[in-house]
């Protein structure tokens, strides 16, 4: 089964927060997946508008902080109803 190792973004302009500090905006590509045979594959589902053809591979966030990035081969098959 095919896992979700990386999501793919860009750099897309900047910003300032409330303390003045300025910060990158980052835009969302898509993701990047592994497979069985450890090759990886890059499915992207968007691009900004004057994209200068760069991409970074970050580590996916849990969506709640505790439990690990949701992964394909990890979905358990028993349904709770």
């Known amino acids: 089964m095919a896992t979700v190792r990386y999501e793919v ?3 897309n302009g900047t910003y300032k927060d409330n303390t003045g500090a ?4 980052w835009f969302k590509m898509g993701v990047c997946f592994q ?3 450890g090759q990886l594959s890059i499915k992207i589902d968007g691009t900004p508008v004057g994209w200068d ?5 970050m580590e996916p966030k849990p969506k709640d902080g505790s439990k690990p990035a949701v992964s394909v081969s990890n979905i358990d098959d ?4």
């Open 22 to 25: 300025e910060k990158n905006r």
């Open 53 to 57: 053809g760069w991409m970074s591979l």
């Open 78 to 81: 028993d349904i709770p109803f």
């Open 9 to 11: 973004f860009t750099k």
């Open 35 to 37: 497979n069985d045979k």
